[in-house]
């Protein structure tokens, strides 16, 4: 069985829905559109959610997209939420599509998982060890 995550949601906007989850055991919660929004072909928006977070100590959000809306290549872009920050969540969305996309207000527009967070210490190295792959990287292990 899986914890229980607790998530605190402050609604910015009387028009903004919470976040929620679909399913028992899902790993990510959808968000939502407040308002509608046209995104033309090749072009991107910052799509506002209405809503701001409050995670857990030691945790944060990771945006991520909906597979109904990759299909159609409207995808993601950044989307990591720190545990401190307090302001709107907005979802940039990019349309890779040949056509302009349209989203209504209560549309879902992206996911989010919850990201344990670590602490962090930056150290300047002289050198780095070895590793069987080095420097390989962008499909350097081969297609099949």
């Not at 910015?12 to 919470?18: I, M, N, V, Y």
């Not at 959808?30 to 509608?36: K, N």
């Not at 159609?72 to 709107?88: F, K, N």
Request: hydrophobic share 40%; net charge negative.
């Amino acid at each position: 069985m899986c914890e229980m995550f607790h998530l605190m949601v402050k609604k910015l906007h009387p028009d903004a829905r919470l976040p929620s989850v679909a399913h028992p055991g899902d790993l990510a919660c959808d968000l939502f559109a407040l308002e509608g929004a046209e995104i033309p072909a090749g072009g991107q928006c910052a799509v506002r959610t209405g809503v701001a977070l409050k995670f857990p100590d030691g945790w944060g959000g990771i945006i991520k997209d909906r597979s109904s809306m990759a299909i159609a290549r409207i995808y993601t872009s950044g989307g990591v939420i720190d545990s401190g920050y307090r302001g709107e969540v907005k979802i940039i969305l990019r349309n890779d599509s040949g056509k302009e996309f349209r989203i209504q207000a209560g549309d879902k527009i992206a996911q989010m998982m919850a990201q344990k967070a670590e602490e962090w210490l930056v150290e300047e190295a002289e050198s780095l060890d070895e590793t069987s792959r080095a420097q390989g990287g962008f499909g350097s292990t081969g297609k099949k």
